[in-house]
């Protein structure tokens, strides 16, 4: 097989990989948003971590043990790990109070909070169009949210608050990726937000009434393993700028649960403001991508 055979299947299968993550990804969600309305947050962000953290052992332990936890900065591991502990359990809290779809793209301005952040956090040059697809995906963000318009924009903000915690966490990432294994950062996810929502854990806890409940709060942990596995596995195979724009499939996802699981039907301006999001993101996305490609030239 030649290497440009090989090219095109990995593109494929992540492609594939990353259908797979927008399946799994509303799933786990929509399970969450259910769980919301009859259990402790601090539960459901548990159930969330526990599956993740069995996984690890299960998939990666036999293969290194403690090695997986040698980091070269570990602090940044935690402060990492912990940004996104608090993002989820921030996302979860908000979600029994807006419809699913609407989580899902006020979530999709994480990257641009990071555009937005860049300069400060990271000292990367953010010319004035990335600015401006900044700016214009905010202002999706508040057309999707319509603040005074219903007591869904106090939650609304909750998820701003959530994909901030995210886009830090995404920094961070950045700065790990030089010094530390991609299965070392992902432990340290795992472990971390199992050990800081087991802690309370005992404070809250709250025996499942059901079996139907057992069964979702346990299914939580498969369904993030598997997602946060194909994601993964997607960036992998394929370069970011390929991968990226599939996680925008999230939210047709989300508005097929909306209505079939909540009867909650997306309204026109949720899809006018998702539209500017999602335009927003794919054009900053297109264009650090030509940059780079300017840069390489350029170093040729």
Same mark, same amino acid.
Not at 33 to 57: C, D, N, Q, S
Not at 77 to 96: D, M
Not at 228 to 234: E, M, S
């Given at each position: ?11 494929? !299968?992540?492609?594939?990989?990353? *259908?797979?993550? #927008?399946? @799994?990804?509303? +799933?786990?969600? /929509?399970?969450?948003?259910? =769980? ?109 949210? !319509?603040?005074?318009?219903?007591? *869904?924009?106090? #939650?609304? @903000?909750?998820? +701003?608050?959530? /994909?901030?915690?995210?886009? =830090? ?132």
């Amino acid at each position: 097989m030649s290497n440009g055979e090989q090219a095109r299947d990995d593109l494929g !299968r992540a492609a594939l990989y990353m *259908m797979l993550t #927008a399946f @799994f990804i509303p +799933i786990l969600n /929509a399970c969450a948003k259910y =769980l919301a309305t009859r259990y402790p947050i601090i539960e459901i962000v548990w159930a969330r971590y526990a599956g993740h953290f069995i996984y690890m052992v299960i998939v990666f332990a036999p293969r290194r043990g403690l090695n997986l936890l040698v980091a070269n900065r570990p602090f940044l591991q935690i402060a990492r790990s912990t940004l996104l502990c608090s993002s989820t359990a921030v996302f979860v809290s908000a979600l029994p109070y807006v419809p699913l779809t609407t989580a899902t793209a006020i979530a999709f301005t994480g990257p641009l909070i990071v555009t937005a952040l860049a300069p400060f956090l990271l000292g990367e040059r953010v010319g004035a169009a990335r600015w401006v697809a900044v700016v214009a995906g905010f202002t999706g963000a508040m057309i999707v949210i !319509r603040p005074g318009a219903d007591d *869904m924009s106090s #939650a609304g @903000f909750l998820f +701003i608050v959530s /994909a901030t915690f995210s886009a =830090l966490y995404q920094i961070l990432s950045r700065k790990l990726a030089a010094f530390d294994r991609a299965e070392t950062s992902i432990t340290y996810i795992a472990l971390a937000g199992f050990i800081l929502t087991t802690i309370p854990l005992p404070f809250f806890w709250v025996t499942p009434t059901s079996v139907k409940d057992a069964v979702i709060l346990f299914s939580l942990g498969i369904f993030g393993g598997f997602g946060h596995y194909f994601l993964v596995r997607a960036f992998e195979l394929a370069p970011a700028p390929f991968v990226s724009p599939f996680n925008y499939l999230n939210l047709i996802g989300a508005a097929i649960l909306s209505v079939l699981a909540f009867g909650q039907y997306p309204d026109i301006w949720l899809w006018l403001g998702a539209a500017i999001i999602i335009g927003s993101g794919l054009f900053n996305l297109l264009h650090e991508q030509r940059q780079r490609a300017r840069r390489t030239s350029n170093d040729a």
